[in-house]
């Protein structure tokens, strides 16, 4: 304890004692005498806090998370060195056009990708390919062409970090991103 | 960069040596060639250091160029004496005898009243006693190292017959944090990895720098503001610039060599078709159509052809076509792909990344599709990148887990080494022989 806070805590001891006092006319004689010592508790004493409130996530419409909601997913996969829709893939873009048309004033960029096994030119026009592929289909589905754009990565921004067969097919990818909500 | 370069004695001795490194076979055992310490008189105070500390700088940085082009091999200096300044010109040459070199390079650093520097170079064929090479020059303190490269590039041309090459630069890409958020920089420095500097902050990912053969400026791509394009930068200024107005993604710049003229390529409905832009008019054309990936264009040193690839036929491969884009012709064959071909500043051959059996290696050819050579052989190597003199290639190493770097080798398929960078590299281009 500081010297500082000291008398004050002296001070309102003795304003305690004197409004007790004021209470009881007649005081008994063994309220005089020295209390036992009480441990102090420590002071890093534990304590517990309750668990963090759970915080959901809902999706807005005209959001990433609406367009995963309804599409199921906001990626499609391609095989090696091919920018060819497969049926899983077309599924989903059928179920991001249907409510890219829902939500007429979403915008999207299309961001291609591909995975390390290319030259570096190479790899940025084929994920222009992956990207664009995905942008016909959309179209197709009647979205309007001027509400999306196309991005290529080429290999420069992989999913997954690996050299393996998994980690390519993963990176081998175009992913819907809505710019602006509706 | 401020430097003053001056002829002090020109004397190209006669004819009669026969001391000469054979530099095409790739067979020859590197010869052993004595570089002492270059002595300086009076040791005298300078910007750069004393100059009794630059004559041994000096003399290691000619040794480590002669060393890294792999034909040549420097004998330890305690092997011989270090010369005093009256040996520059008239050296023991039983010295070096005994310790078995045929070729000793020696010279001197001195300090000027004005503040200059003068760097001599003088290199001897040991047996002969011949003096086979004596030049000065005169640089800034800041510039003593070019002295000492364009010493290695005269005693290189002198025993070779070919132009030296150490006297340049390399611009590249560098690359830090985990592949998935890969950070890249541009980022200069010398041939031999010294006076480097980062040209970009990292906010922007950055590709595929290359210099201009003719002036202080680069072309590189950025994906600033998300739109990934060529730009043109000049590192004396610092000024940048985005080339063209396209509406999507431009990439693969590569000047002519002229440097007026930038070869990319432009994607447009998911195709890259290559286009040359004037640097001067600022007005682009068209040179390939069609609905394939055409690109890594590449000028011809006179500057009349191209080679680029293209996956017109089904898959990537090489192609030379006319410089208005007529008459295009598939020169590369075989098992396996072929990308980003660059020409040869000699013109005889076109070096490119051969992919075939899962693995990426660096190969040359001769532009009508013979003689194809593979140089390298490891998990990723592409990117290939000529020395001024087209004896060298640079190129990126990508081992398989990701680790990037960039390596050099020689034309025979030789000395395949590493280029040490501060942090990890790819994208490595060789600028042009400094004047």
Known sequence: MTQKTLPILMLAGALAVSACASKKEVLPAEAWQAAPAQPQPPIDQPGTVPAPEAVGSSALPGSQAALVAAAGADTVYFPFDSYALDEAARTILGGQAEWLVRNGNVRVTIEGHTDERGTREYNLALGERRANAAKNFLAAQGVDTGRISILSFGSERPAVDGSNEDAWARNRRAVTIVVTGG | ?435
Request: net charge positive; hydrophobic share 40%; aromatic share 8%.
């Open chain 2, 1 to 435: 960069m401020m430097l003053r370069l001056l002829l002090l004695l020109w004397m190209a001795a006669p004819a009669a040596a026969q001391l000469r490194v054979d530099i095409t076979s790739g067979t020859e055992a590197p010869m052993p060639i004595a570089v002492p310490t270059f002595p300086t008189g009076a040791g005298a105070a300078t910007p750069a250091g004393n100059t009794l500390e630059l004559g041994r700088q000096v003399a290691s940085i000619i040794s480590a160029n002669l060393a890294g082009s792999g034909l040549f091999k420097p004998i330890n200096a305690e092997a011989f004496p270090a010369p005093g300044m009256a040996e520059v010109g008239q050296p023991q040459f039983g010295a070096f005898r005994t310790a078995a070199a045929q070729a000793l390079v020696t010279g001197f650093v001195t300090a000027n009243a004005d503040g200059t520097l003068t760097i001599g170079c003088y290199l001897y064929d040991v047996f002969s006693e011949e003096q086979l090479l004596r030049q000065g020059f005169t640089v800034t303190p800041a510039g003593w190292r070019r002295a000492a490269h364009k010493c290695a590039d005269l005693v290189y041309s002198r025993l070779t017959g070919e132009t030296g090459y150490f006297d340049s630069r390399i611009v590249y890409v560098a690359e830090t944090g985990p592949r998935t958020k890969r950070v890249k920089r541009l980022a200069v420095m010398d041939q031999d990895g010294a006076n480097h500097r980062f040209l970009t902050s990292g906010a922007s990912l950055v590709l595929m720098p290359r210099f201009s053969p003719v002036s202080e400026t680069l072309t590189y791509m950025s994906f600033a503001n998300n739109r990934p394009r060529v730009w043109l930068y000049n590192i004396g200024t610092g000024s940048q610039q985005a080339v063209g107005d396209f509406e999507s993604m431009s990439f693969a710049g590569r000047f002519s060599p002229d440097g007026r003229t930038l070869l990319m390529s432009v994607t447009r409905a998911g195709n890259a078709d290559i286009y040359a832009y004037d640097v001067g008019s600022r007005r682009s054309t068209r040179l390939t159509n069609g609905n394939s990936i055409d690109t890594s264009p590449s000028f011809s040193p006179d500057g009349r052809r191209i080679v680029f690839e293209s996956d017109r036929g089904g898959s990537q491969q090489l192609y030379v076509m006319n410089d208005d884009g007529s008459g295009a012709q598939r020169i590369s064959f075989g098992e396996g792909r072929a990308g980003s071909p660059v020409w040869s500043p000699r013109g005889d051959l076109i070096a490119f990344t051969r992919i075939q059996g899962g693995k990426f290696r660096i190969a040359v050819i001769r532009p009508d599709g013979t003689g194809e050579r593979l140089l390298t052989d490891s998990w990723q190597d592409e990117g290939p990148s000529w020395s001024p003199n087209g004896r060298v290639i640079l190129f990126s190493r990508t081992e398989r887990g990701g680790r990037s770097s960039l390596r050099s080798i020689d034309l025979t398929g030789r000395n395949d080494r590493r280029i040490p960078t501060p942090v990890e590299a790819s994208d490595p281009a060789w600028g042009p022989l400094l004047r």
